[in-house]
């Protein structure tokens, strides 16, 4: 097991187990007014799912397991993501809870840590010139990196595809002002930027990139513009 690519046994800790306490939690704005003949009806959206890990943590003594002990949990006071051994998916997310058990005082203890956050698989790389087909093989809305990198420049450029109305589901065209070659602009949901070569840039967009499972096409009405989409697949 791995946290933020450190692998636990650094801390001379083993993964022993782990619960999925829950999939995501499921919410809905659905209601059924007074005096209405049919309720209103709304899709469900989903909240952040738990998962308990739980560590045999080993020491030459009693301090030192309690000192490993607080190195793994003071590695968490920050979002984390988690690969855990025999799992295929990563988890990404926030220590929630924790508990430390003196099962054998002088040779191990049991650390249960909870995490609040979100299952993903492997990040997903399309690139082309002026279109592209994205593949998501999650099962939820998952976000995504666009990047554009012109060839040439160009006073304004339109994407298609990579944004959408969350209510309605209709696509929200994407308008990017003056481009200039070479200066990749990037579109980042994961950290909710939006730069050009690294500098913050203004652009007219309604909503950060997401797909939805299965294919999706991305267009841009330029054919000089490279691009590069990046999808993080979200599991249920």
Same mark, same amino acid.
């Given at each position: $097991?791995?946290? #933020?690519?450190?692998?636990?046994?650094?801390? =001379?800790?083993?993964?022993? !187990?782990?619960?999925?306490?829950?999939?995501?939690?499921?919410?809905?704005?659905?209601?059924?007014?007074?005096?209405?003949?049919?309720?209103?009806?709304?899709?469900?959206?989903?909240?952040?799912?738990?998962?308990?890990? !739980?560590?045999?943590?080993?020491?030459?003594?009693?301090?030192?397991? #309690?000192?490993?002990?607080?190195?793994?949990?003071? @590695?968490?006071?920050?979002?984390?993501? *988690?690969?855990?051994?025999?799992?295929?998916?990563?988890?990404?997310?926030? +220590?929630?809870?924790?508990?430390?058990?003196?099962?054998?005082?002088?040779?191990?203890?049991? *650390?249960? +840590?909870?995490?609040?956050?979100?299952?993903?698989?492997?990040?997903?790389?399309?690139?082309?010139?002026?279109?592209?087909?994205? #593949?998501?093989?999650? =099962? &939820?809305?998952?976000?995504?990196?666009?990047?554009?990198? /012109?060839?040439?420049?160009?006073?304004?450029?339109?994407? %298609?595809?990579?944004? @959408?109305?969350?209510?309605?589901? &209709?696509?929200? /065209?994407? !308008?990017?002002?003056?481009?200039?070659?070479?200066?990749?602009?990037?579109?980042?949901?994961?950290?909710? &930027?939006?730069?050009?070569?690294? *500098?913050?840039?203004?652009?007219? $967009?309604?909503?950060?990139?997401?797909?939805?499972?299965?294919?999706?096409?991305?267009?841009?009405?330029?054919?000089?513009?490279?691009? %590069?989409?990046?999808?993080? /697949?979200?599991? $249920?």
């Amino acid at each position: $097991m791995t946290i #933020n690519g450190i692998d636990i046994s650094t801390w =001379n800790a083993k993964q022993r !187990t782990i619960t999925p306490n829950q999939h995501h939690k499921l919410n809905s704005d659905s209601e059924w007014l007074p005096g209405s003949a049919v309720p209103y009806l709304s899709n469900l959206y989903v909240v952040m799912r738990s998962f308990t890990v !739980t560590l045999w943590v080993y020491g030459a003594n009693r301090n030192e397991i #309690n000192q490993n002990c607080s190195n793994i949990i003071a @590695k968490c006071l920050v979002p984390v993501t *988690l690969a855990f051994d025999g799992f295929p998916y990563k988890f990404r997310g926030t +220590l929630d809870n924790l508990k430390q058990t003196e099962t054998s005082k002088y040779r191990w203890h049991v *650390l249960e +840590l909870t995490f609040v956050g979100y299952l993903h698989g492997d990040d997903v790389a399309v690139s082309g010139y002026s279109s592209v087909t994205v #593949n998501n093989p999650g =099962n &939820l809305e998952s976000p995504a990196v666009v990047e554009i990198t /012109p060839r040439t420049g160009a006073s304004n450029v339109h994407l %298609t595809g990579i944004c @959408k109305d969350s209510f309605t589901g &209709l696509d929200l /065209p994407v !308008t990017i002002p003056e481009v200039t070659a070479a200066k990749t602009i990037r579109l980042d949901t994961l950290t909710g &930027l939006v730069t050009e070569d690294g *500098l913050p840039k203004d652009i007219d $967009m309604w909503a950060l990139p997401s797909f939805r499972p299965g294919l999706t096409s991305v267009t841009c009405d330029n054919d000089q513009m490279g691009l %590069t989409v990046t999808v993080r /697949p979200i599991y $249920m």
